[in-house]
Antibody, heavy 115, light 110 residues
Framework: EVQLVESGGGLVQPGGSLRLSCAASGFTVSSNYMSWVRQAPGKGLEWVSVIYSGGSTYYADSVKGRFTISRDNSKNTLYLQMNSLRAEDTAVYYC?????????WGQGTLVTVSS | QSALTQPASVSGSPGQSITISCTGTSSDIGGYNYVSWYQQHPGKAPKVMIYDVSNRPSGVSNRFSGSKSGNTASLTISGLQAEDEADYYCSSYTSSSTVVFGGGTKLTVL
């Protein structure tokens, strides 16, 4: 059974950093495209970033230069390093397996950026 | 990376059919057959209902169907049921190797 479990969310001050993790089971992260998608409170879904099986990475303009997606093949885990956080980054962050559509999602982890 | 355009809300009575539109550009919906639709109930993670324009994942009711014409994709739900009440989002791959979502449509079953 495919399972994704996010962790690492919490309260952080503007300008701070946070690293999210997404532990996968039932499939191999490095053999798949993996994405992060976020949802601000009461708002719609926003795609954040993808890492391809070959290692290429892409980002939404809103996070480019501040966020970095990566993976640890030995831990079968996806990461999102978030730097220079802003209030508008407050959201539930989901990781998802990406087959040009998101067929499996985690439960999400809440990131709150506030002083 | 402008969001795809969806109606903010639609409604229908049980048993009726509804269609949700999703309009993009030739750089996303019009250029690729990688349009997908997601259902999200309050407090839950999204669930894929349609992928690659018109394909249904295993386990999704055949009351859900998808199509595309030009730069506009559509999701049709037939035989509306109370459990279909949720938010629905369209999504498309783009020419920039990114993904764009629609703003979401709240479906109310009257």
């Amino acid at each position: 059974e495919v399972q994704l479990v996010e962790s690492g969310g919490g309260l952080v001050q503007p300008g701070g950093s946070l690293r999210l993790s997404c532990a996968a089971s039932g499939f191999t992260v490095s053999s798949n495209y993996m994405s992060w998608v976020r949802q601000a409170p009461g708002k719609g879904l926003e795609w954040v970033s993808v890492i391809y099986s070959g290692g290429s990475t892409y980002y939404a303009d809103s996070v480019k230069g501040r966020f970095t997606i990566s993976r640890d093949n030995s831990k079968n885990t996806l990461y999102l390093q978030m730097n220079s956080l802003r209030a508008e980054d407050t959201a539930v962050y989901y990781c998802a397996r990406d087959n040009y559509y998101f067929d499996s999602w985690g439960q999400g982890t809440l990131v709150t950026v506030s002083s | 990376q402008s969001a795809l355009t969806q109606p903010a809300s639609v409604s229908g009575s049980p048993g009726q059919s509804i269609t949700i539109s999703c309009t993009g550009t030739s750089s996303d919906i019009g250029g690729y057959n990688y349009v997908s639709w997601y259902q999200q109930h309050p407090g839950k993670a999204p669930k894929v209902m349609i992928y690659d324009v018109s394909n249904r994942p295993s386990g999704v009711s055949n009351r859900f169907s998808g199509s595309k014409s030009g730069n506009t994709a559509s999701l049709t739900i037939s035989g509306l049921q109370a459990e279909d009440e949720a938010d629905y989002y369209c999504s498309s791959y783009t020419s920039s190797s990114t993904v764009v979502f629609g703003g979401g449509t709240k479906l109310t079953v009257l």
